[in-house]
């Protein structure tokens, strides 16, 4: 089993222990590497600079959020594009609900 597999079973587990139940999922990979890429969309622009803004201003964000955003960024490069198209990594859109 490929670790990635493995992180995307767990992640199951963990909503289904939470006691949520899945209503939809989608695989939103190829859009989030076209958002990349494109040169409309700016995304890798934009990420980068709010980023840089954020450790400028020494903003108040948790320093948790700005290293979530710099791993991001950094993770688009172009071994990380190559996964998302070739299928080893996988963008995932859920949408759950809360079990009563």
């Not at 139940?21 to 939103?28: G, K, Q, R, W």
């Not at 076209?34 to 320093?63: D, I, W, Y």
Request: charged letters at 25%.
């Amino acid at each position: 089993m490929d670790f990635f597999t493995n992180v995307l079973e767990q992640h199951q587990a963990m909503i289904l222990h939470a006691s949520f139940n899945v209503e939809d999922h989608l695989d939103i990979s190829e859009g989030v590497v076209r958002a990349f890429e494109s040169e409309q969309g700016h995304l890798k622009h934009l990420l980068k600079t709010l980023v840089t803004e954020k450790k400028q201003q020494n903003s108040s964000l948790p320093p948790e959020v700005c290293h979530a955003f710099d791993t991001m960024f950094h993770f688009f490069d172009d071994s990380g594009v190559k996964a998302y198209k070739n299928g080893h990594l996988v963008y995932k859109l859920w949408r759950l609900k809360k079990s009563a």
